[in-house]
C-alpha cells in the first residue's frame, strides 16, 4: 500500500540517463519502487500519461531566506517544481546577525523585525517552526559574518583579529547545520574584503568540508582578475569551488566565456572541485543603488538623501571606480529597464533612457530622482538590464558542470509579499530553461538538462538522499507537461506563474496539483551533518 502512486509517466530520474515508461511508488515520504506497479494499491494515485516524471528542482543560488520567514508558502517556486532551495547567497543571510542586522534584513520586503535569532541555529529553528514550503539548505554570508564582527557597512579591509574573529564564528555556524560560505565580491560590504580574508575563511569552510558560492569581484572588463582570484582561492585552501552565476557581462571581451571555461577546466586538471551555475536569461538584475559607489553604503540614509537633492552630490556619486554594471558606465540606459519599484509603478518596464525623457532630465538625474521619490525605501528599488548572450549560455550549458540557478527569492502574487520582485524570471525561471534551451533550442538533452536542477546541485552542496528518482530517495517529485510548458512573464509584469507544471510533490506530500496549491507544508530545513 503506497501513499502516493504515479502511473504511467515518463520517468527522466535526474542521472542523465535516458527516459524511461514506468510507475513511481512513495510511501512515508520516500520513493519505494520505481517500474511496473500496475496492481499496487495507494491511498492516492496520479495518472503522469504524457507527463515528464522528474526529481524536484533544486535551486542553487536563490535569496528567499528572508521571503520564506515572511511567507513560508514559497509560491513562485513550488508552482515552478522547485522542491528545495538553496539560501544564503552572494554573501547575505539572516544569521549571524545583530538585532539591527536582522531588522534590516526583513525590511528587504517591508517585514517588521519579529525574530529574536542571532545565530546560525537559532535561525534555523525560526524555520523549522514556520513550517516552510520547500526544503532549504542554509549557506553562511560572508556579509553577515562581516557586519557581526565590524559592524554595519564598514568601508575597510579587515584586521587580522577581525578575521580570526570572523573564522570562529563562520566555524560555529557550519558547526550547527550551515553547508558553506557565500561571497558577493561586486557588493558592499563584500568589494571591501581582501585575499587573505577571503582565504582564511574559506580554509576553515574546506576543513569543514563545505562548499564556498561566490558571486566574483567582476564579470565584464576585469573577468580574469574576478573569476582568477576565486580559482587562487581554491587552489590554496582546497575549498571545493562554486562559481554563482558566471554568465559574463555587458563590456567584457568577447572570448570571455570561452577562457573562462578554459580556466575552469584547467583547475579542475589540478585536482580541484570547480563547477558554476548560470541563470537562463540575458537580463541581469540588481538593485539600484549597486550602481552607486561602495562608500555611499555607509552614508547615514538623511545625508545620503541630501547627497542625491544635490547637484555637487550627484556628480560625486557618479564617480564609481569598481562598477557593477559597465552599461551604466558606458551611459547605455536604453538597455537598462526600471524592475520594482512602490512609488513610480507607471515607470515599471520602463527603460532608464524613457524614464529620463518622461521626465525632461538626464539619466543619471532621472536616477536620483527616482531614488529620491522613493523616500525611506530607496534601497528596495531594483533594476534589470540586457548584460547577457545567448550564445554565452550555450556555451556555459554545454560544460557539464554547470548547474542552473533564479538568483531569485520565493515570492507570491498575493499575501505579504504581493508586487514584490526579485529578477525578471523570478516565477518563471524553470519553465524558461526548459522550455527554451531543452525543447525549443536543444542546446541539450532534456535528460541531461534536467540534470542540471536535480541531481547536480545536489551533489555540489553535498545532499545525497535528493535529486534522483531512485528508491529510499526523498519522495520530492515534479510533473509538468513539456509541450505545455510556457514562461508567461514580461517585463512590465513578471510576477506571472508559468503553464504546463501539473503536480508537485515535497517530502511525499502534494503541494501543488492540478493548477492548485494544497494548504500542507512539507518542506524541510536541512542541516549539514
Same mark, same amino acid.
Given at each position: 500500500?503506497?501513499?502516493?502512486?504515479?502511473?504511467?509517466?515518463?520517468?527522466?530520474?535526474?542521472?542523465?540517463?535516458?527516459?524511461?515508461?514506468?510507475?513511481?511508488?512513495?510511501?512515508?515520504?520516500?520513493?519505494?519502487?520505481?517500474?511496473?506497479?500496475?496492481?499496487?494499491?495507494?491511498?492516492?494515485?496520479?495518472?503522469?500519461?504524457?507527463?515528464?516524471?522528474?526529481?524536484?528542482?533544486?535551486?542553487? +543560488?536563490?535569496?528567499?531566506?528572508?521571503?520564506?520567514?515572511?511567507?513560508?508558502?514559497?509560491?513562485?517556486?513550488?508552482?515552478?517544481?522547485?522542491?528545495?532551495?538553496?539560501?544564503?547567497?552572494?554573501?547575505?543571510?539572516?544569521?549571524?546577525?545583530?538585532?539591527?542586522?536582522?531588522?534590516?534584513?526583513?525590511?528587504?520586503?517591508?517585514?517588521?523585525?519579529?525574530?529574536?535569532?542571532? %545565530?546560525?541555529?537559532?535561525?534555523?529553528?525560526?524555520?523549522?517552526?514556520?513550517?516552510?514550503? %520547500?526544503?532549504?539548505?542554509?549557506?553562511?554570508?560572508?556579509?553577515?559574518?562581516?557586519?557581526?564582527?565590524? $559592524?554595519?557597512?564598514?568601508?575597510?579591509?579587515?584586521?587580522?583579529?577581525?578575521?580570526?574573529?570572523?573564522?570562529?564564528?563562520?566555524?560555529?555556524?557550519?558547526?550547527?547545520?550551515?553547508?558553506?560560505?557565500? %561571497?558577493?565580491?561586486?557588493?558592499?560590504?563584500?568589494?571591501?574584503?581582501?585575499?587573505?580574508?577571503?582565504?582564511?575563511?574559506? =580554509?576553515?569552510? /574546506?576543513?569543514?568540508?563545505?562548499?564556498?558560492?561566490? +558571486?566574483? =569581484?567582476?564579470?565584464?572588463?576585469?573577468?580574469?582578475?574576478?573569476? $582568477?582570484? /576565486?580559482?587562487?582561492?581554491?587552489?590554496?585552501?582546497?575549498?571545493?569551488?562554486?562559481?554563482?552565476?558566471?554568465?559574463?557581462?555587458?563590456?567584457?571581451?568577447?572570448?570571455?566565456?570561452?577562457?573562462?571555461?578554459?580556466?575552469?577546466? @584547467?583547475?579542475?586538471?589540478?585536482?580541484?572541485?570547480?563547477?558554476?551555475?548560470?541563470?537562463? %536569461?540575458?537580463?541581469? +538584475?540588481?538593485?539600484?543603488?549597486?550602481?552607486?559607489?561602495? @562608500?555611499?553604503?555607509?552614508?547615514?540614509?538623511?545625508?545620503?538623501?541630501?547627497?542625491?537633492?544635490?547637484?555637487?552630490?550627484?556628480?560625486?556619486?557618479?564617480?564609481?571606480?569598481?562598477?557593477?554594471?559597465?552599461? /551604466?558606465?558606458?551611459?547605455? @540606459?536604453?538597455?537598462?529597464?526600471?524592475?520594482?519599484?512602490?512609488?513610480?509603478?507607471?515607470?515599471?518596464?520602463?527603460?532608464?533612457?524613457?524614464?529620463?525623457?518622461?521626465?525632461?532630465?538626464?539619466? @543619471?538625474?532621472?536616477?536620483?530622482?527616482?531614488?529620491?521619490?522613493?523616500?525611506?525605501?530607496? $534601497?528596495?528599488?531594483?533594476?534589470?538590464?540586457?548584460?547577457?548572450?545567448?550564445?554565452?549560455?550555450?556555451?556555459?550549458?554545454?560544460?557539464?558542470?554547470?548547474?542552473?540557478?533564479?538568483?531569485?527569492?520565493?515570492?507570491?502574487?498575493?499575501?505579504?509579499?504581493?508586487?514584490?520582485?526579485?529578477?525578471?524570471?523570478?516565477?518563471?525561471?524553470?519553465? =524558461?530553461?526548459?522550455? +527554451?534551451?531543452?525543447?525549443?533550442?536543444?542546446?541539450?538533452?532534456?535528460?541531461?538538462?534536467?540534470?542540471?536542477?536535480?541531481?547536480?546541485?545536489?551533489?555540489?552542496?553535498?545532499?545525497?538522499?535528493?535529486?534522483?528518482?531512485?528508491?529510499?530517495?526523498?519522495?520530492?517529485?515534479?510533473?509538468?507537461?513539456?509541450?505545455?510548458?510556457?514562461?508567461?512573464?514580461?517585463?512590465?509584469?513578471?510576477?506571472?506563474?508559468?503553464?504546463?507544471?501539473?503536480?508537485?510533490?515535497?517530502?511525499?506530500?502534494?503541494?501543488?496539483?492540478?493548477?492548485?496549491?494544497?494548504?500542507?507544508?512539507? $518542506?524541510?530545513?536541512?542541516?549539514?551533518?
Amino acid at each position: 500500500m503506497f501513499d502516493i502512486l504515479i502511473t504511467n509517466g515518463n520517468i527522466i530520474d535526474g542521472s542523465g540517463s535516458r527516459a524511461f515508461e514506468g510507475d513511481v511508488g512513495i510511501k512515508d515520504g520516500r520513493i519505494a519502487a520505481i517500474g511496473e506497479l500496475s496492481e499496487a494499491e495507494s491511498k492516492e494515485t496520479i495518472d503522469a500519461a504524457k507527463l515528464v516524471v522528474a526529481p524536484g528542482f533544486i535551486d542553487i +543560488h536563490t535569496h528567499s531566506d528572508i521571503s520564506l520567514m515572511v511567507d513560508p508558502r514559497a509560491e513562485s517556486q513550488i508552482r515552478q517544481g522547485v522542491t528545495t532551495e538553496v539560501i544564503g547567497q552572494c554573501g547575505f543571510s539572516l544569521a549571524p546577525c545583530t538585532d539591527e542586522s536582522r531588522k534590516e534584513g526583513l525590511n528587504v520586503v517591508g517585514s517588521e523585525d519579529f525574530g529574536t535569532w542571532k %545565530t546560525y541555529a537559532e535561525l534555523l529553528e525560526a524555520m523549522d517552526q514556520a513550517h516552510i514550503a %520547500t526544503n532549504v539548505v542554509g549557506m553562511v554570508g560572508h556579509g553577515a559574518l562581516r557586519n557581526v564582527i565590524m $559592524g554595519p557597512n564598514a568601508p575597510r579591509p579587515a584586521t587580522n583579529d577581525e578575521i580570526a574573529a570572523m573564522v570562529r564564528l563562520l566555524e560555529q555556524a557550519l558547526e550547527e547545520g550551515g553547508f558553506g560560505l557565500t %561571497t558577493g565580491l561586486e557588493y558592499h560590504p563584500g568589494k571591501m574584503a581582501q585575499y587573505d580574508e577571503l582565504a582564511a575563511l574559506c =580554509r576553515a569552510t /574546506a576543513q569543514a568540508d563545505g562548499l564556498y558560492a561566490t +558571486h566574483s =569581484r567582476n564579470r565584464d572588463k576585469r573577468y580574469f582578475v574576478g573569476f $582568477g582570484e /576565486a580559482l587562487d582561492v581554491a587552489r590554496d585552501t582546497g575549498v571545493r569551488l562554486q562559481i554563482s552565476h558566471v554568465n559574463p557581462k555587458y563590456g567584457c571581451p568577447a572570448h570571455t566565456m570561452r577562457n573562462t571555461l578554459q580556466m575552469i577546466d @584547467w583547475t579542475r586538471e589540478e585536482g580541484l572541485d570547480v563547477a558554476m551555475d548560470i541563470l537562463p %536569461t540575458i537580463w541581469n +538584475h540588481t538593485a539600484l543603488m549597486a550602481l552607486l559607489p561602495s @562608500w555611499a553604503f555607509s552614508v547615514a540614509p538623511d545625508e545620503l538623501m541630501a547627497l542625491f537633492k544635490s547637484p555637487a552630490g550627484r556628480e560625486k556619486l557618479k564617480v564609481n571606480p569598481l562598477p557593477i554594471w559597465q552599461l /551604466a558606465v558606458d551611459e547605455k @540606459w536604453d538597455k537598462i529597464r526600471l524592475l520594482s519599484s512602490l512609488v513610480n509603478t507607471g515607470y515599471l518596464g520602463w527603460t532608464i533612457e524613457e524614464i529620463a525623457n518622461d521626465k525632461n532630465t538626464t539619466a @543619471w538625474d532621472a536616477v536620483f530622482d527616482l531614488l529620491i521619490e522613493e523616500g525611506q525605501g530607496y $534601497g528596495k528599488i531594483t533594476v534589470t538590464s540586457e548584460a547577457f548572450t545567448e550564445e554565452d549560455n550555450c556555451l556555459a550549458l554545454a560544460h557539464p558542470r554547470t548547474a542552473v540557478e533564479s538568483d531569485t527569492m520565493a515570492l507570491a502574487n498575493d499575501g505579504v509579499l504581493a508586487g514584490h520582485k526579485l529578477g525578471f524570471l523570478g516565477y518563471n525561471w524553470v519553465a =524558461r530553461y526548459i522550455a +527554451h534551451y531543452l525543447r525549443d533550442e536543444k542546446v541539450l538533452s532534456l535528460e541531461e538538462g534536467l540534470r542540471r536542477i536535480t541531481s547536480l546541485p545536489a551533489s555540489r552542496v553535498g545532499l545525497i538522499d535528493r535529486g534522483r528518482l531512485i528508491p529510499g530517495a526523498a519522495a520530492d517529485v515534479t510533473l509538468f507537461n513539456l509541450g505545455k510548458l510556457r514562461d508567461n512573464s514580461t517585463i512590465a509584469n513578471p510576477n506571472v506563474y508559468p503553464d504546463g507544471i501539473e503536480h508537485v510533490i515535497v517530502n511525499g506530500v502534494t503541494a501543488f496539483s492540478g493548477g492548485k496549491r494544497t494548504a500542507d507544508h512539507a $518542506g524541510r530545513v536541512l542541516r549539514r551533518s
